[in-house]
């Protein structure tokens, strides 16, 4: 597709459980990054991609929290043993290169709650 | 540490002007932006400064002075559809030849009839 694509666009599951987010950025993409934000709240940077490599993993609250990207395209974020504070809006954005002046185009996210 | 303060809410008035303000306390700096969000909606790009200075894009505006750590966004013609959420963000060098985001929490603008 033309731009960055999110699934599932909501998900709902039970406190403990495991979760797969995916993110599909926009072909040609080498920078991929992910974001939280919950409500009413600003951005929280998570981890970027350089490729298939995640040269700043800072962001991740925990070590519940992982990701990977395979073939420089599509990134997976993982969260294990959900908990409730983990509920948010999961957001993914892919830039042409890393770079600080490069625009970050964001897919609709994934709205996450952790019952 | 890294702060990005910006108004949690703002309201003004249809075809009138607003401008939303931005201050930064961050460790280097490379450039700052504004994004907008509608409510549900993902932030799309508006702008980006790097250089002091007045940048103009149709009906929006964004202002940089590098030396008082500010910036605000200038929104003139105000229409209904500009009710959104406005983001900040400042790119910092990080971690060697890496750089950093740091968001703000964003502006509510809500535009009154």
């Known amino acids: 597709g033309a731009g960055v694509s999110q699934s599932p666009s909501n998900k709902v599951t039970e406190k403990g459980k495991d979760v797969e987010l995916r993110c599909d950025p926009i072909s040609g993409h080498t920078a991929l990054y992910w974001y939280r934000q919950s409500l009413g709240q600003g951005l929280e940077f998570l981890i970027y991609?350089?490729?298939?490599?995640?040269?700043?993993k800072s962001g991740l609250p925990s070590d519940r929290f992982s990701a990977e990207r395979t073939g420089g395209s599509v990134s997976t974020l993982t969260i294990q043993r959900t908990q409730q504070e983990d509920s948010a809006v999961y957001l993914c954005a892919s830039s042409p290169t890393v770079g600080f002046a490069e625009t970050q185009y964001f897919g609709p996210g994934t709205r996450l709650l952790v019952l | 540490g890294q702060n990005i303060d910006q108004p949690t809410e703002m309201t003004a008035t249809e075809g009138a002007i607003v401008q939303i303000n931005c201050t930064y306390q961050?460790?280097?700096?490379?450039?700052l932006f504004w994004y907008q969000q509608h409510a549900g909606e993902a932030p799309t790009f508006l702008s980006y400064?790097?250089l002091d200075g007045l940048e103009e894009k149709g009906r929006f505006s964004s202002f940089l002075s590098r030396s008082k750590g500010y910036s605000y966004l200038l929104l003139k013609e105000l229409q209904m559809k500009d009710s959104a959420s406005y983001l900040c963000?400042?790119?910092?060098?990080?971690?060697?030849?890496?750089?950093?985001?740091?968001w703000g929490a964003g502006t509510k603008l809500i535009i009154k009839p």
């Open positions: 400064n790097v």
């Open positions: 963000a400042v790119s910092r060098p990080y971690m060697d030849s890496n750089y950093q985001l740091i």
């Open positions: 961050t460790s280097g700096f490379n450039g």
């Open positions: 991609f350089q490729g298939n490599s995640a040269p700043d």
